[in-house]
Structure formats: structure tokens, C-alpha cells
């Protein structure tokens, strides 16, 4: 599928005062609030009061796009979005930090059209953390003919590094065969032709580490339809003894917890602004950082992929959140041992069915749109009982989706053995290392 650009020319209105200003995206629209001492959302999202807003763009498609099957790209919307075609409804997705897309073909018209969002963010309080509002990520329009490949349809694993070989699944509209080039850079190492998986030997390859990040691409054609897709070749392993180790050379992660944000340009993201906090951090020592606690954004794991930092990646944020049933209690027991003393048996934990429904969507959507980035080596699945259920289930059901990362079900407490790493969070002590059947990880930790 071919993508545009669809972020600009866009408004962007306050449905509490109806202002409306003029804007490009990515946008945050709560940094056009006061801050106020009234705000309910408090010093978690800065003093701001929160609002709702509607983003409008109209737009008359070119001859080229005629006959074609076109979807909106939403890399994130916060939150509880509402997307309107031509006065019809045509989404609403829940949450506020993940990638979703939205088929156009049955509410377009001819000549001009409009797209209305609706990102509502008045029912604070609803963050831990400056979260901003509105179409904070990108937006793409995609099309496509008949044939062609699917979004997120060209899927790349490493097999192996000696020799190095790598498999690469192709996903399509309709059956037909593919051709396959491997590039360093604009040179083609390595080619073929067939059906929908292919198996290739890269002669002399450069393998991608924190050191050496080596990245190769992926074109794949598929009638006139050409997709590229940028990837690493590396494996991963980890044991009790040594810990993680890419390449079979073992690294000791050092990382830092980051959010989504960047600082006082707000939540809209840029390649520059994520490409600079992940050039410093790298500048000062670390080679990695974890999405706390939500998906990031792709232009983040691209930096992450180009500059050789280790991801540790968030799933969503899951259901309601209990300061006393999540954070205080088991915090007091970890005053007095290990984050084993504040073992939970989830499976009764967070019982409603559509939000646990929810959440394994967007876990498997998150896995589909993210996993190649050769940066991402881990899986946060839930993060300090936050919505968290039945972990030893949802761990089993992640790693059918990809078991070649590391699994965290369960960070900082309530582990309930899913996991690979024996994961612990500390803030009100030294910490004291115990002995461990799986590597330690300290996933959150603070003075």
C-alpha cells in the first residue's frame, strides 16, 4: 500500500470555549490551556484543566486514488477518540496510545469530503503523567489496488547469525507471487521470488547491536505494490547465570524509564525531538529505556533502531487503577522482603470481560505494528498490578505472537511466575540482591 501525508491543512476547535485555530500535526491541544489550581488531573498532568476538541480536515481525493481501497492511519489519538467521515461515524477507539486505522471507501463522496476527530479529555482525573490531547502522532492516508500487500503485512525474523539467515512472511490481498531484494543500504545482498515466506543466507552480514546498530532493508513487490521495511539482524538469549545477551555476547542494561512526552513541546511527537532524547541518553551512558507505560511511537523506535538503544516495551494501561490495592499495600510488603512477598493470584484480579477483551486486542495489534523493530528485546505486559489478570495466560498468548523477546508479566509486583525476568521495582530502599531462577531485572528503580 502506498502512503501520503494527511497532516496538514487540518483545525482544531475547543468544544468548551469554540475556539478554533488553525493547525499541522502532530498536535497537542492541551498546551493551549491555562494552568489552574482547580485542575483536577493536579501536578500529574502539569495543572492543566483538560478539555475536549475537535479536529476537522477537509479534502478532495486525486484521480490517482480513484478506485482505490484507502485507510486512515491514526499512530494515536488521546484519548477515547471519535472519528467522523462525512457526518457518519466511522470509529471509536478507546484509550489514547496506540495505532489504529480507519477504512474511508464506504463514507467518502464525491468531491469534497471531511474528516471530524473528536478527542475528549474532560474527564480528568485520568493520568499518572502529562499525558497531553488530541492527534499527538501522525496521521496517513494509505491505497491501494486489489493486489497488494497488507499494512504491517511484511513480517522479518532472524534464524540465525552463523551463518546469518533470516525469514521474511509477506501477507497479501490476494494469492500471487512476491520478489524479495535484501539492501545495505542501496546495495542488494541477497534476492528472491515465490510465494509468501522465504528463507535467505546474508552473506558477511553486519549484525545490529547497542554498539554497532546495522540496519538493512526489505523491498518486497508484489504487482505494482512495493513495500520496504527496515530491519536488524540479531538474536537474543538470556539465562539466570548471564543475564541478556544479543549476538551471544552478553549486555547489562542500563536504562531509563521515559514517557511519551517531550517536555515543553509537549506530547506531539517529532523525529527530531525523539531522535535528540535518545542521542543524549546515549551521550550519558545508557543503552536503553523502557516506554512507561504505553506503547512509543514509532518515530522513537526508529532513533531507538538507527542509534543502538535497547526497548523495553509497554503494552496499554489496563482498567481501573487502585492506589491502595496497587501501589500502597505492596509496597509495604516489599518494606520487608522482596517483590515476592507481594504475590497476588491475578486470575481473579480485574474480572471485567470486555476490558480484558480489550486489552488482548490491543496486545495482539501492538505485537503486529511493532515487532520489527530489532530495538524492542522485551514485553512489559502489565506494570504494578495495573489492570493486571491472569498473566500466566496473557504471557502464553504473547509468546504465540512472538517468542523471540522477553517477557515482563508482571513489573514490580503481583509475579506470578509468567515472565522471563524476575522484575522489581525500588524506591524505598537499597536494593538487596536475592538469588533468582530467571535474570533480574530492575525495571523501575529511584532514590
Known amino acids: 500500500m502506498k502512503r501520503y501525508d494527511f497532516n ?136 491501494a489496488g486489489e493486489k497488494h500487500i497488507t499494512i504491517n503485512g511484511v513480517k522479518i525474523e532472524t534464524l540465525g547469525i552463523s551463518p546469518a539467515r533470516i525469514r521474511v512472511r509477506v501477507e497479501t490481498s490476494v494469492p500471487g507471487d512476491a520478489n524479495l531484494e535484501i539492501l545495505d543500504g542501496s546495495t542488494v545482498v541477497a534476492k528472491a521470488s515465490g510465494k509468501k515466506e522465504f528463507v535467505l543466507e546474508i552473506p558477511n552480514a553486519k549484525l545490529w547491536n547497542v554498539d554497532t546498530p546495522n540496519l538493512y532493508t526489505a523491498r518486497v513487490a508484489f504487482g505494482d505494490d512495493v513495500v520496504e521495511e527496515v530491519f536488524g539482524i540479531r538474536t537474543l538469549t538470556w539465562t539466570p547465570a548471564k543475564g541478556v545477551a544479543i549476538n551471544g555476547e552478553r549486555v547489562v542494561i542500563r536504562g531509563a524509564c521515559i514517557h511519551h512526552d517531550n517536555g515543553l513541546l509537549g506530547a506531539a511527537t517529532s523525529p527530531e525531538a525523539e531522535e535528540r532524547r535518545i542521542r543524549i541518553l546515549k551521550e550519558s551512558g545508557y543503552n536503553s529505556v523502557r516506554s512507561a507505560h504505553n506503547p512509543a511511537s514509532k518515530y522513537l523506535l526508529d532513533a531507538c533502531d538507527r542509534l543502538g538503544i535497547i526497548v523495553l516495551q509497554d503494552m496499554v494501561n489496563n482498567g481501573p487503577y487502585s492506589f491502595l490495592g496497587d501501589t500502597a499495600i505492596p509496597n509495604v510488603r516489599l518494606l520487608i522482603g522482596d517483590n515476592r512477598k507481594s504475590f497476588r493470584d491475578d486470575r481473579k484480579m480485574h474480572r471485567d470481560r470486555k476490558t480484558r477483551a480489550r486489552f488482548l486486542d490491543r496486545m495482539t495489534e ?56 524476575t522484575s522489581i521495582h525500588v524506591y524505598n530502599r537499597a536494593y538487596r540482591h536475592l538469588p533468582s531462577e530467571k535474570p533480574i531485572l530492575l525495571s523501575e528503580c529511584g532514590g
Not at 377 to 392: A, K, Y
Open 366 to 421: 501492538t505485537v503486529r505494528q511493532l515487532s520489527s523493530f530489532p530495538c524492542i528485546l522485551l514485553w512489559t505486559i502489565f506494570n504494578e498490578g495495573w489492570g493486571q489478570f491472569d498473566s500466566v495466560a496473557v504471557a502464553g498468548k504473547l509468546r504465540a505472537l512472538d517468542d523471540g523477546r522477553l517477557i515482563d508479566a508482571a513489573s514490580g509486583w503481583f509475579d506470578n511466575g509468567a515472565g522471563d525476568v
Open 8 to 143: 496538514q491543512d487540518w483545525t482544531c476547535q475547543s468544544l468548551k470555549t469554540g475556539e478554533t485555530i488553525p493547525v499541522t500535526l502532530p498536535h497537542d491541544a492541551m498546551r493551549t490551556e491555562q494552568r489552574v489550581n482547580t485542575s483536577m488531573g493536579e501536578g500529574n498532568i502539569g495543572w492543566f484543566e483538560g478539555g475536549d476538541y475537535e479536529y476537522r480536515k477537509t479534502f478532495t481525493l486525486e484521480p490517482e486514488l480513484t478506485g482505490k481501497k484507502l485507510l486512515l492511519e491514526f499512530e494515536s489519538v488521546y484519548h477515547n477518540a471519535e472519528v467522523w467521515v462525512n457526518g457518519q461515524k466511522a470509529m471509536y477507539r478507546p484509550y489514547g496510545y496506540t495505532n489504529f486505522y480507519v477504512e474511508l471507501n464506504d463514507f467518502l463522496q464525491e468531491g469534497e469530503n471531511e474528516i471530524r476527530v473528536i478527542a475528549k479529555n474532560a474527564d480528568q482525573p485520568n493520568s499518572r503523567w502529562y499525558s497531553g490531547t488530541g492527534i499527538f502522532r501522525p496521521v496517513w492516508l494509505w491505497a
